[in-house]
């Protein structure tokens, strides 16, 4: 059994975490991305924007052979600086397509609750996320 982090234990992480620089946008990979992207919100308060990317189901199996775009990037991120946010990273895959989509940005720092980023609140094997039912 994985043994999860409580949700007051994970929000305490969000409140303490240092960001370097001024965002101008948050961009959240759904579905993943939006829970945490709109903790980030409540402090930076910037424009937030969805990319829909799907790679894994609900139990974190590989759906697809590579991350597809499931519905066009449809507002302006051309010279912004963004704030890529993810739920969790674990090959890196999913972020750097998303990244790959986002070219023409004028900076991009990655923002995971658990795994390698930029910003990251945990880089555990095993993590529960205390929003996922």
Known sequence: MIAGKSFEEVMQRFREIAFHETFDMIVAIANGGIIPAAII????DVEIQLLK???RDQDQKQKYDSPKLISPVNFDYKGKSILLVEDRIKTGVTVQYAIDLLHG?????????????????????????????
Do not use: M
Request: proline share 3%.
């Open 53 to 55: 990317i799907n790679l």
């Open 41 to 44: 919100n409540q402090r930076l």
């Open 105 to 133: 940005a004028g900076q991009i720092k990655t923002f995971a609750v658990n795994g390698k980023a930029d910003y990251s609140l945990y880089d555990e094997s095993c993590f529960r996320f205390p929003w996922i039912i």
